[in-house]
């Protein structure tokens, strides 16, 4: 048989360098950066403080309302069981991002594998997803009960209940897959540093020099499915809401009437204003420190303040809550 000369050699080695990429996971990159809050200066101490007692509270608040609805009969209804639910995403979602934060401030920057930031990404898609659907289920579950009392026990039964959630849990769970696994079929070659405090989607899609044209195509349509469709859901619940109470003719009848609808559209306003500054306005028609700021309201204080919103405005949770106190 002939022998490979050294053009052969030089061709073989070129062919392994193109299909190389397109074959392996891993590459230059194998260690991401996160740069988190650059300047802080004489802020770092006390910011940290502040992220530790935001962490703790809400931690602490969340798993108080899952246990209150737990131990309390008069909490057994399907409002409280979503917002059990909701609590459980907010756990997730800290627990996924304010671990990296922490060390983002403390050491002014931390490090995590590609793989870990891959990670960190599908938890966090799974958490925003999961909470979106639940507020448009919540949203429903006010609109019947506002709209169409009469039927209410009859359509919002514990099996829809638990149907609902079944579902809205293997929706995310598929989405996560659906978003994350090709990425372990790009090719990272950097840089490996990300300016911000966690691993977001874009910011992951940069350090690769693979075609990401078609992931940008996917991700578009997935998040028109995910967040566009249950806002216009939660958007056409309170429309009939409203006209519903505005023809209420007392006057205390239609403000018992928004006051059990309030805490659901902070919720709702403090999320989506936030989720849509960030991903549906371009990313250049902002300051980075702008994106972050924005980022921490959904990913630190919204898991805060969902827990006091639904508590401290709600005399059911407070009458349970003194209940277990005298137990």
């Not at 709209?147 to 849990?169: D, E, G, K």
């Not at 693979?210 to 958007?235: A, E, K, R, T, Y």
Request: net charge neutral; hydrophobic share 50%.
């Amino acid at each position: 048989m002939g022998q490979e000369g050294p053009g052969n050699m030089s061709q073989i080695s070129h062919m392994d360098t193109i299909e190389k990429p397109q074959t392996t996971f891993a590459n230059n990159v194998t260690l991401v950066i996160l740069l988190g809050f650059s300047n802080l200066q004489n802020f770092k101490i006390p910011f940290f403080c502040l992220l530790v007692l935001i962490y703790w509270a809400t931690i602490s608040g969340n798993f108080l309302i899952i246990a209150l609805y737990l131990l309390s009969k008069s909490l057994q209804s399907p409002m409280y069981f979503f917002i059990t639910h909701l609590s459980l995403c907010d756990i997730l979602l800290t627990t996924d991002i304010v671990p990296t934060l922490l060390l983002t401030v403390l050491y002014e920057g931390s490090s995590v594998t590609l793989i870990g930031c891959i990670l960190q990404l599908s938890f966090f898609i799974m958490s925003e997803t999961s909470e979106c659907l639940l507020l448009s289920v919540m949203s429903y579950d006010r609109y019947l009960a506002i709209c169409n009392p009469l039927r209410y026990n009859t359509i919002m039964n514990p099996m829809f209940c638990v149907l609902s959630v079944t579902i809205i849990w293997f929706i995310v769970f598929i989405i996560a897959l659906i978003d994350v696994i090709p990425m372990f079929y790009l090719y990272f070659c950097g840089p490996h540093v990300i300016d911000h405090f966690y691993c977001d989607l874009e910011p992951i899609l940069q350090l690769s020099c693979s075609d990401i044209s078609i992931f940008h195509i996917q991700f578009l349509i997935i998040g028109v499915l995910n967040g566009f469709c249950p806002f216009m859901i939660i958007v056409i619940s309170y429309v009939y809401i409203v006209i519903t109470i505005l023809k209420i003719p007392s006057t205390t009848g239609r403000h018992k009437a928004f006051s059990t609808c309030s805490s659901h559209l902070i919720v709702v306003s403090m999320l989506y204003g936030t989720l849509i500054n960030v991903y549906m306005f371009p990313s250049r028609g902002q300051s980075l420190t702008m994106s972050k700021v924005l980022s921490l309201i959904y990913t630190v204080l919204t898991p805060l303040l969902n827990p006091i919103i639904y508590t401290l405005r709600n005399k059911d949770f407070k009458e349970a809550l003194h209940k277990l106190k005298c137990v």
